[in-house]
Nanobody, 123 residues
Framework: QVQLVESGGGLVQAGGSLRLSCAASGRAFTNYNMAWFRQAPGKEREFVAAIRSNSNTYYADSVKGRFTISRDNAKNTLYLQMNSLKPEDTAVYYC?????????????????WGQGTQVTVSS
């Protein structure tokens, strides 16, 4: 079992930055695929970024160049550094984890989810 707890959300003006953290329990963290998804009101949950155990990273086109995903295996923590935030980045951001799989961008591939943290970007 893996438990995930996100933190770091909040209200920020357009152009600002936030760093989200996801603390994970369980010794298997190092071997897991980890990802961030987000869900805006009335919309489906969408892929934001992911990182494999070998540290290969993947990004949605909408955040590429602005967001950076990273992991600290010694601290069992996943991060999402978000820069140049836009109002359209407003959503609840979720951390997700699962055993290594080829598909990494679909929420259906992740069994473990955090409770979410709200990010609001004002214009």
């Amino acid at each position: 079992q893996v438990q995930l707890v996100e933190s770091g959300g909040g209200l920020v003006q357009a152009g600002g930055s936030l760093r989200l953290s996801c603390a994970a329990s369980g010794r298997a963290f190092t071997n897991y695929n980890m990802a961030w998804f987000r869900q805006a009101p009335g919309k489906e949950r969408e892929f934001v970024a992911a990182i494999r155990s070998n540290s290969n990273t993947y990004y949605a086109d909408s955040v590429k160049g602005r967001f950076t995903i990273s992991r600290d295996n010694a601290k069992n923590t996943l991060y999402l550094q978000m820069n140049s935030l836009k109002p359209e980045d407003t959503a609840v951001y979720y951390c997700a984890a699962d055993r290594p799989k080829p598909v990494i961008r679909s929420p259906n591939e992740y069994d473990y989810w955090g409770q979410g943290t709200q990010v609001t970007v004002s214009s």
